[in-house]
């Protein structure tokens, strides 16, 4: 099973900067997607951002302009760069990747245990 473990999330204030980091470990296999998802207080949990091994990445709209994310293949790692964060991006983060296997129908998914960004004056 790959381990995920997510790191970066701090306190920061409205129109700051926040930069979250996903290492992906002990892969046999190629990592095709790796993938930011995020739970609000009350909400349920929504993909912002995916990148996959092609670096080819996709934004949820409510972040598009402001996230940035990319990957190192090499190192198994994706990093979210987070501008202008607002009130409404207090969340605990969580990394998930899609990893090959063996039949190439299929793919295995590992999550992170999440890191907390919370965004307040």
């Known amino acids: 099973q790959v381990q995920v473990m997510e790191s970066g999330g701090v306190l920061v204030q409205p129109g700051g900067s926040l930069r979250l980091s996903c290492a992906a470990s002990?892969?046999?296999?190629?990592?095709?997607?790796m993938g930011w998802y995020r739970q609000r207080p009350g909400k349920e949990r929504e993909l912002v951002a995916s990148?996959?091994?092609?670096?080819?990445?996709d934004y949820a709209e409510s972040v598009k302009g402001r996230f940035t994310v990319s990957r190192d293949n090499a190192r198994n790692t994706m990093e979210m760069q987070m501008n202008r964060l607002q009130y409404d991006d207090t969340a605990v983060y969580y990394c998930?990747?899609?990893?090959?296997?063996?039949?190439?129908?299929?793919?295995?998914?590992?999550w992170g245990r999440g890191t907390q960004g919370t965004v307040s004056s």
């Open positions: 998930k990747v899609w990893v090959a296997t063996a039949d190439p129908h299929r793919e295995d998914e590992d």
């Open positions: 002990n892969s046999r296999f190629r990592i095709n997607t």
């Open positions: 990148i996959t091994n092609l670096f080819t990445a």
